[in-house]
Each structure stands twice: as structure tokens, then as C-alpha cells.
């Protein structure tokens, strides 16, 4: 009889860690009934031991026949970044399968040794900056003039990632500015950071004298994001959430209209 893994798909996925299942096919390809005996498994995480366990003894094994086991583990990223010092580099954990399988055959007792390996995600929360807001320069003339705010979206996934569905609220100098929804924002490869603009028309009459001047004279301005948002990754979609405000530069000029 020989033991091999099928396939280790993911059950659950979350910025906490990942749950696999570790699906094996134990093979008895010869004419004669076996039976296991005893089977004992470890589970190692980058090297690190992380579970151990022992699936139930006495399985009759059929002749030229394959029997299924599942053996479910759970990856919590806190735990294990205990266990193993440069984790939060990783962008994938090597999950080993190590153990042995005992099995009677009318031929005499057989064992197999397990040494068998998968890998599962390292999800590290993608970054958003406020990087800066433009605006275009006010004039007398014009009680509204269009506005940007610049975000700076990155993350240390392994795969290229989408954030989308987003719900979102701006705040200048502690004002509501606007409040919308974005079914797009951007598609982000691994190490490469992307800038959107989140355009916005600002009512001149409506904002007040604090903000105005603000936009007339100042060069910084304290700027807040508050959104819900997806991140779908090959893995699954994830809810995130981010809250910041931020003192950026106010920088006076045309408005980007290549915006989502």
C-alpha cells in the first residue's frame, strides 16, 4: 500500500489565518485485503511542529481499492509567527505531512512512511495611505470647484489583489466632504504600489470659512478616509475595513480625471 496526497484546498480564509483540509488517498493496489494497524501523523509548519494526531486504527483496506482520510488544520498567523521568527516575510507557509502508516497484509506488516507537502497563503492586511489631496484654486467666480483625494494602495500578497465594493466618507479639517460608493478601485500586483484619486465637487458656499481658507492660502490639510471595503484575492474575498486621517499636502492644480 502507498499514501498520497490528493489535494490540500483551503476551507476558510481570513486576515487571521487559513484552514486546509489534507485530503490522502491511501492505496492498496494489490488482490488481498490489508488492514491499518496504526496511523500517526505530524504536522509541521516552515519546519516548526505544529499538530500531531492518530486516525482511528482497524480500517480494512479492499483489494485494488483507495480509502479517503481528511485530516483538517487550522493556521492561526498569530500562533504560528511565534513559532517561526520571519513569518510576517513569508508570502506562502510550507505545511510538511510527516508520520507513519502501519498496515497488516497477509504477506507480513508493512510501513509506510508519510513525508508529504503543500502550501498555504500568508494574507498580510494590504496598506492604504492618504497621500494628498489637489484641488483646483478657488476664484470668486466659481462657488464650487473640483477636488481629488490621492490614496496609496499596496500589499505583501503573493497573488495580484482587487479592492472593490467600497463604501467611503471624507473629512476635511474634521468637515464632511462626500460620501459615495465605488463598485472598482483598483487591481494591485504584489510590490506594486498603485495612487488613486477619489475625485469630488467641493460647494464653496457650503464648506465654510475655516475650509475655504484653508484652500486659498494653506499647503497641508488634514485629510480622513473612513471606508468598508473587498479585498478579493485568488483565495476568496475579504472584508476590510480602514479608518485614518492623515495631515498631507494641499497641492493647487488641474484634477486628475482618470479616476475610478
Known sequence: PTVRLEKAPLTRVGWDGVDVALHLAVDNPAPVRATIEAFSWHVDLAGARFLDGRQPAGTTLEPQSTFPVVIPVSVDFQRTAAMVADLRERTEIPVTLGGTVQVSTPLGPVTIPLDLSATVPMLHVPKIEILRATVEPPSLAAPRVEAQV???????????????????????????????????????????????????????????????????????????????????????????????????PLVRGAVDAASP
Open 150 to 248: 490621492v490614496l496609496g494602495l499596496s500589499h505583501r500578497i503573493a497573488e495580484t489583489v482587487a479592492f472593490r465594493d467600497v463604501g467611503y466618507a471624507l473629512t476635511l479639517a474634521d468637515r464632511p466632504l462626500v460620501s459615495g460608493h465605488l463598485d472598482e478601485l483598483a487591481s494591485v500586483a504584489p510590490g506594486a504600489p498603485v495612487e488613486v484619486a477619489i475625485p469630488f465637487t467641493l460647494d464653496l458656499l457650503q464648506a465654510g470659512t475655516t475650509v475655504v481658507q484653508l484652500l486659498t492660502d494653506g499647503s497641508r490639510a488634514r485629510v480622513g478616509f473612513d471606508a468598508t471595503l473587498s479585498v478579493a484575492t485568488p483565495w476568496g474575498d475579504l472584508p476590510m475595513a480602514f479608518d485614518q486621517e492623515s495631515l498631507v
